[in-house]
RNA sequence: GGUACGGUGGCAGAACGGUCAUGCGUGGGCCUGCAAAGCCUAUACAAGGGGGUUCGACUCCCUCUCGUACCUCCA
């Protein structure tokens, strides 16, 4: 398939059988937020469409667990780092387990890494690209003569620009942390002296550990690529001395109607509340509505609009379970919806084409079924296909027990005889209690079926 | 100020140098005991402005403009 990468600013050819991703997870002070699900979802579904092709991924995704907001949340709760951080790993798991998120190849920490992290710092000492100072040790921007070539940035213009206060212990002010010295926990003795690694080393240290010094893909939301990525380009090409990720992709922002999401103001959406309101499956469409790259907007209706075609895609799941009997012509369909889902995705991960191609075979399954032309072996023609797409989209129907099918099939039975009889009312009132168990009847000329719904709480 | 990405119908959103997907929405109708689901049909002057290249541009080039993000907290 073909990514974007950003360093080339072109689509790159990934044709390996092995595909080694580094995915920039989240600092763990806070509960995510669903501009963290969206980067996370977009990885997910290039993990499992690049499986689903036959390639072997590995995933490696870190948690930034030593960092300054860990530290003055623990301060504020009157708790240590090592508290917070794990409260917050947990919550990570639990909101992205229910999104349906694959869970990583590992997901190394940077605590558990500072002998490694040393190790490297070393390196770059020894290499003259760090040195030490009143408060920490730096990485010499000067050692890496292509520094800005990721974010396209010269180095004169970020340095006129920066807005921060200049740390006269610096040699330049573009020089960043390695290492920071520090007696408070959480920090470790060193050869430069106690303290706690800077913010971008982890990721050198552990993406090198892990994935070696060269891999596929390096990934994170956009807001990433400087200074993170710079940063982390300029420390690993200088210590491996090789070229480092093959592609750089990034993933767009998310804003709240049409703001960005700020704690400042209040418009934070936790993942934990957006999955309350909507499940998983109409979260996953909404990341994957656009393209990973563009910037989407949260709003209500755009959720709406996802949740109708969920519906869809519910009623087609189900009634693919009730078809039977003659039929025959979906074949070709499938065919050609199938190739266009993999082509759309082939290209970048266009998933929004991608979900055109799964909701056009859902219409013309749903629309068979009403006409009653649905038959045994479309079915088999169309489920196999709409579970694999499905699958890579990493879209779910909950199961359902074989004692709740049959309870339901007794009770369609009951009212099926009652409409018979034009007994409406009673009918109806079967009907009502088969909803409040949250399944939906659909009455087809030829039959009825019936379609389990997921309860989306924002629905009502 | 700099950099990046974008500005396509009411909304969302693709592709493509020549025919402007698709979905949602909206109007009307059909089906139904009723509803839901589904169908049929209609609907939209669609491309931020201005130049240029071309037989022809939404698509390429220039310019202006607007939006969003980033410029050492940020997925």
Redesign the pocket.
Known sequence: MDIQD?LS?SKKRLDAQKVRIYL????V??D?????????IVFDVLRRYLESAGAKVELVQNF?DV???IIDRARAESSAAGIVSGRYIESYFRDFDELNVMRADSYPKATEHIGEIIDYISTLEKKGAAYSSANGVYFA?SAFSRYGVL????ID????????E?DES?K??????LWKFSKDDPSWDSPWGRGRPG??IECSAMSTKYLGENFEIH??????????HE?EMAQTETCTGAPFAKIWM??????IN??????STGNVRSVRRVLDEWGPNIIRLFCL???Y?????Y?E??L??DL??W??AE??YF?LIHAGGPGGGASGMVKEMSASFDA?LR??L?T??AL?AF??M???A??????GTLGGDDARAIRPELERMMGILGLSIPEITQEEIQEIDGMITQ?EE??KE?K??D??RI?DEISGMGV??????HG??W?RREKIRAEN
């Open positions: 950003t600013n920039c997870g989240v600092t002070y806070d995510s937020h669903i501009g963290h699900a969206r980067t996370i930034t960092d300054d907001k921007v974010s396209k940035k010269k213009e970020l340095q006129s620009g920066a807005r921060i200049v610096k330049d002010p573009l020089d960043f942390a913010w971008h990934g994170g939301g956009r807001d990433l690529i400087f200074p993170h940063n990034h993933v767009g922002m998310v804003t049409g703001e960005k999401m700020a704690k509505s656009g393209h790259s563009k910037p989407i907007d709003t209706d755009l709406c609009e109708a075609k519906r869809q009623t087609c009634e759309a290209d970048d266009n929004h084409l055109s909701f056009g859902v219409k013309v749903n629309k068979m079924a009403a006409e009212r009652l409409r034009k409406f009312s009918a109806d009907r939906e009847l659909l009455d087809h000329g009825t079926v379609v």
